[in-house]
């Protein structure tokens, strides 16, 4: 299996950009695979999908995690649920997403902590 590579961010600063196209097409893996995620935005991201998906602001220690994804569909709702906290806030460059293996075990248990930041 080849590596995949691709960073998604706001489509409309990427000239309207088809991630969910491009994930489509790039990846051969079969599923569940190991997926690393890496936030480049200065803020923390914390999103449902992929049992609890939580990477802190660039920078810091948690800002890359590796995580085992079950499905095409489950990596596809979360690189939407990237697309549009980046389009929101504008960052060209959010989240950089490598699949690398497969993974041979189910996928079933939380593999990331809940990023908690003090409420001001």
Do not use: W
């Not at 959010?94 to 409420?119: C, D, F, I, R």
């Amino acid at each position: 299996m080849s590596d995949f590579n691709i960073t998604i961010g706001a489509p409309s600063l990427n000239d309207g950009a088809n991630y969910h196209e491009a994930i489509k097409a790039g990846i051969k893996a079969d599923f569940p695979c190991q997926v690393t995620f890496k936030n480049n935005m200065p803020c923390s991201l914390s999103i449902p999908q992929g049992n609890g998906l939580a990477l802190k602001a660039v920078g810091h220690d948690g800002s890359d995690l590796i995580i085992a994804i079950a499905s095409m569909d489950e990596l596809l709702r979360i690189a939407t649920d990237i697309e549009t906290i980046a389009g929101l806030n504008n960052f060209a460059s959010a989240v950089e997403l490598s699949v690398s293996e497969p993974v041979s075990e189910p996928v079933s248990e939380p593999v990331s902590e809940p990023v908690s930041e003090p409420v001001s």
